[in-house]
Antibody, heavy 126, light 111 residues
Framework: QVQLVQSGAEVKKPGASVKVSCKAS????????MHWVRQAPGQGLEWMGI????????SYAQKFQGRVTMTRDTSTSTVYMELSSLRSEDTAVYYC???????????????????WGRGTLVTVSS | QSALTQPASVSGSPGQSITISCTGT?????????VSWYQQHPGKAPKLMIY???NRPSGVSNRFSGSKSGNTASLTISGLQAEDEADYYC???????????FGGGTKLTVL
């Protein structure tokens, strides 16, 4: 079964860091780019960044540069998103979402998301 | 304020057709065919409905269609059904350092 399974909800204090995981199954993990998208309560979607699970290269939205780190573990087919210096405005549901583009040398993402995880709620509160 | 502009809400009766617009610039919607649409029911993850402006993924009803003219993309839902009631988001690749921009979302109400 093709799916993305994310880690459970987190509660963090301002200034702390959070690391969310997303485990892929049912397809070749290294063949497809992976994105992270977040959604604050009652708000719209916001793109955070993308990782190539094959080589590990990343690109981040300028808004999150310096605060976000995306990594992957090919042995467990898992991608991670770590966000540091958390503030209350970072309270949101964080989704991993697969890009339909093949992550091979010389290719580019397709920039649409065909498979989503269920989301991980991160609450930042003192 | 979202980078792409969508109406906050639209409504229609069962069986009718509705269209949701998504307006951007020549740096995103108008410059690339990387426009996609997502349906999101309350408490659920978004679901891909349209990709690359007008393509439908396998399993998505042919009542859903997409198009683009200039800097504005559109999602049309024909033969409205109760289960279509949801939030809809457009998305586009952008040449800016943001890479991907979303619309603010449109709440569809089936009367």
């Amino acid at each position: 079964q093709v799916q993305l399974v994310q880690s459970g909800a987190e509660v963090k204090k301002p200034g702390a860091s959070v690391k969310v995981s997303c485990k892929a199954s049912g397809y070749t993990f290294t063949s497809y780019y992976m994105h992270w998208v977040r959604q604050a309560p009652g708000q719209g979607l916001e793109w955070m960044g993308i990782i190539n699970p094959s080589g590990g290269s990343t690109s981040y939205a300028q808004k999150f540069q310096g605060r976000v780190t995306m990594t992957r573990d090919t042995s467990t087919s898992t991608v991670y998103m770590e966000l540091s210096s958390l503030r209350s405005e970072d309270t949101a549901v964080y989704y991993c979402a697969r890009d339909n583009g093949i992550a091979a040398a010389g290719t580019t993402p397709y920039w649409y998301f065909d498979l989503w995880g269920r989301g991980t709620l991160v609450t930042v509160s003192s | 304020q979202s980078a792409l502009t969508q109406p906050a809400s639209v409504s229609g009766s069962p069986g009718q057709s509705i269209t949701i617009s998504c307006t951007g610039t020549s740096s995103d919607v108008g410059g690339y065919n990387y426009v996609s649409w997502y349906q999101q029911h309350p408490g659920k993850a978004p679901k891909l409905m349209i990709y690359e402006v007008s393509n439908r993924p396998s399993g998505v009803s042919n009542r859903f269609s997409g198009s683009k003219s200039g800097n504005t993309a559109s999602l049309t839902i024909s033969g409205l059904q109760a289960e279509d009631e949801a939030d809809y988001y457009c998305s586009s690749y952008t040449s800016s350092s943001t890479y991907v921009v979303f619309g603010g979302g449109t709440k569809l109400t089936v009367l």
